[in-house]
């Protein structure tokens, strides 16, 4: 390996300062405060990211990249050396015969039932969209939820039996830990009516009559074990197919997975900080499968651990309260070249360094970034990228040698 490599830092860009073109990157314990990658399509984002998961894999690293049209995750495939084939766990939505099942709603902690239960809300409602969404929808589905995560055993297929299922609900409900959910089904719902009812089956039996979502969903028995994979630290590897599933299935299991994720994280609480294995999360087009939720346990998540690289294109991409979580929660901004709205907004956040005109005219791989270092995130500055190959690693290192 290059000597003047430190394995304890993930390096991605160099130095453009006159004749300075130094190598440098951000410590392993800065990432932990997570990453908010920022440009337009062709920037460069994506050589960035391959450059980190590449460290990340020689290094032994766990990590996660999420991919909605597996194009990248093909280029990642790729870099990974046979020694560490035995670490990837690969979940491929657009092979039907996928043989990897989830389920969001196995062996969940009874602490963290009521946080997935909002997070899958929060996931469906912006699946569904605001319109077809509803106080009492909502109200019902939410009660469904935590149902069915206090039974020993359930899936998103067991949510129109417990709604239309007597005999089954009377089952569901002897085993409710929840004082409020039991009193829900003994005295609430037995005042609806079919129409109201109707909304939340049409609206689950939409992604279940999907085949692919359907088997990984609720048939497959292989499950997916998200602790198991961060502790042991895999290279997780969850190919979204969007072509194959299409938008709305992509954007929904992304969601479920990054929400059990969550909360797999939180169980680390069993585990002594110093002993948290680092795990890292690339979402690359993350407004796709986010919350808000989610991005506002950022900060949370560090402490068990985890650590996010997000990226995408267009700030207008995202709502203004995730714009604002993300800013406020990442510790390291990257932004290569924007359009003149992005421009505006990101010249107030690295001001009084940089103007918008700057970052409409960054070439392509240049890139203007505020980086945390040692607990404090540096005034902004500008860097060009590098690329896998300006690393230098030797053979024998990569061997194992």
Request: net charge positive.
């Amino acid at each position: 390996m290059n000597p003047s490599l430190n394995p304890e830092i993930s390096y991605f860009a160099k130095v453009d300062f006159r004749n300075d073109r130094r190598l440098f990157g951000i410590a392993q314990n800065s990432r932990l405060n997570s990453m908010y990658i920022l440009g337009k399509t062709g920037s460069g984002k994506t050589n960035l990211m391959k450059t980190l998961m590449y460290q990340d894999v020689i290094h032994k690293r766990g990590f996660c990249l999420f991919d909605v049209n597996g194009d990248v995750l093909k280029e990642v495939l790729s870099l990974i050396p046979k020694e560490r084939d035995k670490d990837i766990v690969y979940l491929d939505a657009g092979n039907i015969n996928q043989e990897w099942g989830y389920n969001p709603l196995r062996k969940v902690a009874y602490q963290t039932r009521p946080l997935i239960a909002s997070s899958i809300l929060e996931t469906f409602k912006k699946l569904w969209g605001t319109q077809s969404w509803g106080l009492k929808l909502e109200y019902i589905l939410r009660n469904t939820i935590l149902t069915l995560l206090d039974q020993d055993k359930a899936s998103f297929e067991d949510i129109p039996r417990l709604l239309l299922d007597e005999s089954y609900r009377a089952l569901c409900i002897s085993k409710i830990i929840n004082s409020h959910v039991k009193r829900f089904w003994l005295l609430e719902y037995p005042k609806y009516s079919k129409s109201d009812i109707l909304p939340v089956l049409n609206k689950v039996g939409s992604f279940l009559s999907v085949p692919v979502l359907n088997k990984i969903l609720t048939k497959n028995t292989k499950q997916l074990s998200l602790r198991s994979i961060m502790d042991n630290e895999k290279i997780f590897l969850v190919n979204l197919a969007k072509g194959q599933v299409g938008s709305d299935g992509a954007h929904l299991l992304g969601s479920l997975l990054l929400t059990s994720l969550s909360s797999a994280s939180f169980t680390r609480v069993d585990t002594e900080p110093s002993e948290r294995k680092p795990f890292h999360i690339y979402l690359d087009e993350f407004q796709n499968y986010t919350t808000g939720s989610l991005v506002n346990s950022l900060s949370e998540l560090r402490k068990f651990g985890v650590s996010f690289i997000l990226a995408h294109q267009y700030l207008h991409q995202i709502s203004n309260d995730i714009r604002n979580a993300v800013l406020g929660n990442v510790g390291t901004i990257i932004c290569f070249t924007l359009g003149q709205a992005d421009s505006v907004y990101m010249a107030k956040e690295f001001y009084p360094v940089f103007e918008t005109q700057d970052f409409i005219n960054l070439p392509h791989y240049s890139i203007y970034l505020k980086l945390l270092v040692d607990g404090k995130t540096l005034q902004g500055f500008s860097a060009t990228t590098i690329r896998i190959e300006d690393l230098k690693y030797n053979l024998e290192y990569l061997s194992g040698g």
